[in-house]
């Protein structure tokens, strides 16, 4: 009988000790939602003429973020890399991404509704679209982006 108890005890201590845990993770991690037409679209200097919304950031911080970006047909983005690693999956239309430090719009890959782009930290890479395109872009951050030829950033003209 003594050994029921003490498991008994042990078993209290553990479920109360894990309650605790749950309870705390839930109050400093609530979940979210975010429904497509909440979504608060804002333009980017670092990409004129696409919109961005911002879902889970700051894109500043070693945190995760997720965001979405529209952009135009035939939009194209020069040469880039990131700080942090990139995932980026096409919502709508079509994203077609390159690697290399030189734009070549004959090349690279064609990622329609559905498919998944991951690109390394540093990797140098651009892409295009052929009609008006929704991505979704998420990673941890700190996450950056630097053009390859400063002269293609359009942050500082």
């Known amino acids: 009988m003594k050994k029921w108890i003490t498991v008994t005890a042990s078993t209290a201590?553990?479920?109360?000790?894990i309650s605790g845990m749950a309870a705390a993770q839930h109050t400093a991690h609530p979940h979210t939602f975010a429904t497509a037409k909440d979504l608060k679209w804002n333009d980017t200097p670092s990409l004129p003429g696409a919109k961005l919304a911002v879902i889970e950031g700051p894109l500043n911080e070693a945190k995760p973020f997720t965001m979405r970006i529209?952009?135009?047909a035939n939009y194209k983005i020069a040469p880039h890399f990131h700080s942090a690693i990139e995932h980026v999956t096409v919502?709508?239309?079509?994203?077609?991404m390159g690697v290399g430090e030189k734009f070549?719009?004959?090349k690279g890959t064609a990622l329609r509704a559905g498919d998944v782009g991951i690109m390394q930290p540093k990797t140098p890479h651009y892409a295009f679209t052929t009609n008006p395109t929704e991505i979704q872009v998420h990673g941890v951050g700190p996450w950056t982006l630097t053009f390859v030829n400063p002269d293609d950033d359009p942050r500082k003209k």
Do not use: R, T
Request: charged residues 20%; hydrophobic residues 55%.
């Open 91 to 96: 919502i709508s239309g079509e994203f077609v």
């Open 13 to 17: 201590i553990a479920a109360a000790f």
């Open 70 to 72: 529209k952009f135009p």
């Open 104 to 106: 070549e719009q004959g």
